[in-house]
């Protein structure tokens, strides 16, 4: 696992000492941390856009997938919950959960939208923002697979 985040940081380190520094890291571990020219968030209240010089701020995540653009290559991240901050050209986001494209099950997150899907259906009113969330998880993840 540290060989390959060590490949993926040194693959998408194309930028030097200009840009962004971007971490993710979930309850587990530190997922990927690089530098890259923007990032683009699933923010809680929309879609937060970072380029380098960005105000500082601190914004909770919805599920969906983060991008990152490195020397004209763009990378993906899935995200769960979460929150991030934005400060002296750095990004740093704490997921609940977080996969790389190549970590996602794409047969097991059909087979769990199919599920949440129907467990929508019939759910109570104050279970509906956790399914809601956990089934957009587990479309980022079916978006990332393909």
Request: charged share 25%; glycine share 8%.
């Amino acid at each position: 696992m540290a060989e390959r985040m060590a490949e993926r940081t040194e693959a998408t380190s194309t930028t030097g000492s200009g840009g962004l520094s971007l971490v993710v890291t979930s309850h587990e571990r530190k997922l990927l941390e690089t530098r890259c020219d923007e990032v683009n968030l699933p923010g809680r209240e929309g879609d937060l856009g970072v380029l380098p010089g960005h105000a500082a701020l601190i914004a909770t995540l919805r599920p969906g997938i983060l991008t990152y653009r490195a020397g004209g290559r763009v990378a993906k991240v899935v995200l769960s919950t979460g929150f991030c901050q934005v400060y002296a050209d750095r990004v740093a986001v704490l997921a609940d959960r977080a996969w790389l494209p190549e970590d996602v099950d794409a047969k097991g997150a059909r087979g769990r939208a199919a599920e949440l899907e129907r467990a929508l259906e019939r759910a109570e009113p104050d279970e509906l923002e956790s399914l809601q969330d956990q089934l957009a998880e587990a479309q980022a993840q079916l978006a990332v697979a393909s």
